[in-house]
């Protein structure tokens, strides 16, 4: 990055640094964010006055860019693209979830339980107004 010009591209901080973030952390294969946090005893020097016994610091989060697509795509947007290729079936929904981390597993669970209550919702929605059409004293019970 040169210091002349630290934005790049529409304003934004490019930062091409390369940061080896291996030792044990278990990094999906798509794009992510990570926020350090720190803990620890409470500060017994007169820096700043602490309401707790402990200190609590974190930072904001850094997105990573893992498919270099110049954007950040969170894991309910990974969900969404992958589920409009899967389909929402249940063989397909479990090779999916098979194949994902826990946040874009979550995402697709959430998708899939709401499009079958859509789903639900229609047919009984349907079935009500068949019913009307063919028993119209039914009125009463569905309201």
């Not at 893992?66 to 290729?85: H, M, N, T």
Request: glycine share 8%; aromatic share 6%; hydrophobic share 40%.
């Amino acid at each position: 990055m040169s210091s002349a010009n630290p934005k790049g591209p529409g304003g934004k901080i490019s930062l091409d640094t390369r940061i080896p973030l291996g030792n044990g952390l278990n990094l999906p294969d798509h794009d992510y964010w990570l926020v350090a946090v720190a803990l620890g005893a409470k500060v017994t020097e007169p820096f700043w006055p602490l309401r707790n016994d402990y200190t609590l610091a974190s930072t904001n989060p850094i997105f990573v860019d893992v498919d270099g697509d110049g954007k950040f795509s969170c894991a309910r947007e990974i969900a969404e693209q992958l589920l409009s290729k899967s389909g929402t079936e249940g063989t397909a929904v479990l090779e999916l979830l098979a194949e994902v981390d826990g946040a874009v597993a979550a995402h697709v669970m959430r998708l899939v339980r709401l499009e079958y209550d859509r789903q639900a919702k229609k047919r009984i929605q349907d079935l009500n107004d068949a019913a009307l059409r063919v028993n119209p004293i039914l009125e009463y019970w569905i309201k």
